[in-house]
């Protein structure tokens, strides 16, 4: 039995997002082309299980079950999918803009998901300046960088099916995205132009990137706090003081959130032991408070932050904010201060998910539809805008030159 609880970003649904234009266009050829529409989800422990009664709503369904069965003309014998139907329908009624009814099968793709798991080939891409589809990253171990494919590399075709006159998340869609599944793609890489063919399989994509931005100043940009993050983030801060790291700059933009217990042991990281990291209060009255475990370490840290840095990254953000721990650069965060939890529903093995809690930083205070706002306002240019984080033309990241500026006065 599964204990689950999350903390979510549902960008999509309420209407706040900011448009990216192609920054949002670079996505992992996986099976689920959904991922960056549902946001970054994921869970802490805490289980609850629904139990039905007789009660009105119970009744009422039942009946509207049993007119359907004795009287739809073209009624197929399926009670489980009128039930989901209906818990779905229950789900949507609430007004939560977070609640949602999952099948089973929704639930394992949705737990792959925030285990960075996918099927695919295992690369990132996105539509450069010139109109073409461009590899920005070939991950690890995968059956993309096994092929031979290459960051700088533009996607011509796939499965016989050029790129023109379509969106990349049409052109995208034409990867046969099942385990074992042959693909065929050309690729122009400088004059030549290559075909490869790639069997797709399930990839792990990482959450963690970094590198040296001076001699004594390092860089890790967190893309989601899912899967290994944590362990990938202690990684990358013993090899950037390897490499002679001092200060640092902790990048959260656009990073929507993910599971409460990463974010949490995240925190752990950068805060002295026994620090409250946030504090969780529910319907009920009930006050959790949630500590840091460890020594943190102690180094001179810039953190930044954008409109699209959600849930889990306003809960460290706040954390490191309130102890200046760090300093914030960058635009106001999303403001996104509550929790969900997943409810088992045993009838149909599936799971519901309810807004359940709000969290608060360390100060008190809960960011939900106020964001937080950084120590220093910068904005991006509306041409820096245009690409992902990871991405940015040298030259066009004025919240990073300003986060390099800040640690070396």
Known sequence: MEELQ????????????????????????????????????????????????????????????DIIRNHYFYYEEDEQKLTEAALKGIAAATGDLYAEYYTAEEYEDLKKQNQRSFVGIGIL????????????????DTPAS??????????????????????????LANVRAEDGAANDFVIRRGEETLSFRIVAR???TPSVSYRMLTDTIGYIHLTAFHGTCVEET????????????????????????????????????????????????????????????????????????N??????????????KDYEAAY????????????????EIPETNGWFKLTTDAYYTPNGVCVQDDGITPDLIVELSEEAEKYSIDY??????????????????
């Open 125 to 140: 891409t996105q539509i450069n300046e010139e109109g073409n589809v461009e590899v920005l990253d070939v991950y690890d």
């Open 328 to 343: 914030l650069i960058g635009t106001k965060t999303y403001g996104k201060g509550i929790v969900q939890t997943f409810f």
């Open 6 to 65: 999350q903390i979510e970003t549902a960008v999509e649904k309420n209407g706040k997002k900011k448009k990216k234009g192609i920054r949002v266009a670079a996505i992992v050829l996986a099976l689920v082309f959904t991922a960056a529409a549902s946001a970054s989800v994921s869970w802490y422990a805490a289980k609850q299980v629904y139990r039905g009664n007789d009660g009105h709503l119970v009744s009422s369904v039942k009946q509207a079950r």
């Open 307 to 320: 409109e699209l840095s959600a849930s889990a990254s306003e809960l460290v953000a706040g954390a490191l």
């Open 202 to 204: 399930e990839v792990h």
């Open 234 to 305: 202690k990684t990358a801060m013993k090899e950037l003081r390897e490499q002679g790291m001092e200060k640092l700059v902790l990048d959260f933009r656009d990073n929507l959130g993910g599971s409460l217990y990463d974010a949490i042991n995240i925190a752990d990281i950068f805060l002295p032991k026994d620090y409250i990291v946030t504090t969780l209060r529910s319907r009920d009255g009930k006050v959790t408070e949630y500590k840091t475990t460890e020594s943190g370490i102690d180094i001179k840290t810039v953190l930044l932050v």
């Open 146 to 171: 096994e092929a031979g494919l290459m960051r700088g590399d533009l996607l011509i075709e796939i499965n016989g099916v050029p790129f023109t006159g379509m969106t990349l998340s049409e052109f």
């Open 392 to 409: 940015i033309p040298e030259g066009l990241d004025t919240q990073l030159a300003a986060a390099i500026k800040y640690l070396e006065d």
